[in-house]
């Protein structure tokens, strides 16, 4: 890819993540409410049926629909703003047994990174950095039973691409796990566009769920 090709792209994607997120503020709060509802609904609904089990070794999902496992540890985002609002869906997955991680943004020597910490209750965080709320100990948790991370999005197509805010945590965090971990995306519909160019460090969602539907992703390798 040329250093031309790779700005262009860049610019490309910075437009249509300001332009996603313009038309995800523009609903009310009502829609938000709303559509957040039935997004979580549809979310439970995944997460109570499972996964396939998988190769472990290769991290590739096995074709059996008929062999599944429970999904009882997830790595979770804490909605903020405007985005699919998960507060509800993490208490109620709490209150059924189900062990919850959430990110936190740390930053040393300039750098900021994900650092990972399981809560057992909302009651537990505070504002932090870019006014999100996180948890008050940082107690960094081992994800080696990891089975599902959901993710906020910015824009997404139907290829499972997505764009986040720009900083490149997501993909970075998603890169250092084993492929069978399940990538699940939640957003408005609003939010789709029609292609998304990647680029080498794109990390890409095994499904993104909406109001509308549970797009099941094929990855595309196109520019």
């Excluded at 509802?37 to 439970?44: A, E, G, N, T, V």
């Excluded at 948790?141 to 720009?166: E, H, K």
Aim: net charge negative.
């Amino acid at each position: 890819m040329s250093e031309t090709t790779s700005i262009d792209i860049i610019h490309t994607r910075q437009q249509l993540r300001i332009e996603s997120l313009a038309r995800r503020d523009r609903m009310s709060s009502s829609e938000r409410k709303d559509f957040s509802r039935i997004i979580i609904d549809r979310l439970k609904s995944e997460i109570e049926a499972g996964y396939e089990k998988t190769d472990v070794p290769s991290g590739i999902r096995t074709p059996d629909p008929g062999v599944r496992d429970p999904l009882t540890f997830l790595h979770c985002y804490i909605s903020f703003r405007s985005e699919v609002e998960t507060r509800t869906f993490i208490e109620e997955t709490l209150a059924c047994g189900v062990r919850i991680v959430v990110p936190v943004v740390e930053e040393l020597d300039g750098n900021q990174f994900l650092v990972h910490t399981e809560i057992k209750g909302l009651s537990e965080l505070r504002q932090g950095a870019f006014g999100l709320e996180e948890p008050v100990e940082r107690i960094p948790s081992l994800l080696d039973a990891l089975g599902a991370v959901i993710v906020p999005i910015a824009a997404f197509d139907r290829s499972g691409t997505r764009l986040g805010y720009g900083k490149g945590f997501y993909d970075r965090f998603l890169h250092g796990l084993p492929r069978a971990v399940l990538r699940i995306g939640l957003a408005f519909s609003t939010q789709e566009v029609a292609h998304i160019p990647i680029l080498p460090h794109d990390e890409p969602l095994d499904c993104i769920i909406t109001e509308r539907e549970i797009i099941r992703a094929e990855p595309s390798t196109s520019i």
